[in-house]
């Protein structure tokens, strides 16, 4: 196929103020190389309804925080939302995160890291978008809602609203390092 140019698209502020961007960034990148297979983030469902109309026809699977994330037993997903996603022809993934959850305890409690948090750490070197399009790959591959052998694109972002899309080559959790992130469609260049 021979080398590719395409152009990433930097953002000097994350967050919110991007997601229009971003989900057109996405959508056309995805209708060039011809991927089907959309992931994105949303923790209560706003920019999963937003994605959901744009990706009408697509295979849109949105993945907010798992339940009790921020309060135990709270879905932060409405469900307002998640009826629109679904009427609009989404799917809804609802899991533990792949770099948190019983990491997350021992860390808490024993006040020490361990591979997956340091993995995650390590990505957020690229910013928080990127280790989050990469966990979410891996959590619906392990749902068996995307093809583990056909690029996808993958959306999230810094705190609300969506920044950062990558198109990633997927793997399950148990091979991660078999991931790879082939091209950065739009990250931020700064934290906030």
Do not use: W
């Amino acid at each position: 196929m021979g080398n590719i140019k395409c152009t990433t698209v930097y953002f000097d502020i994350p967050g919110e103020d991007n997601t229009e961007e971003v989900l057109e960034l996405s959508k056309k990148r995805a209708d060039e190389l011809g991927i089907r297979d959309i992931i994105v983030a949303s923790t209560r469902g706003i920019v999963g309804v937003k994605a959901s109309k744009l990706f009408k026809g697509y295979n849109l699977v949105v993945v907010p925080h798992h339940t009790g994330f921020r309060e135990p037993g709270k879905q932060e997903l409405t469900e307002e939302n998640r009826k629109i996603i679904e009427k609009n022809g989404g799917k809804i993934y609802t899991g533990s995160h792949i770099f948190g959850n019983v990491e997350r305890a021992i860390r808490k409690k024993f006040e020490t890291a361990y591979p997956a948090e340091i993995m995650a750490q390590t990505l957020r070197f690229f910013g928080q978008g990127i280790k989050v399009v990469v966990e979410i790959v891996a959590m619906v591959a392990d749902a068996g809602l995307i093809p583990a052998d056909k690029d996808v694109i993958s959306i999230a972002g810094t705190g609300k609203g969506t920044d950062t899309a990558a198109v990633i080559r997927p793997a399950n959790s148990s091979r991660i390092f078999d991931m790879f992130v082939r091209e950065i469609i739009a990250k931020p260049r700064n934290r906030k």
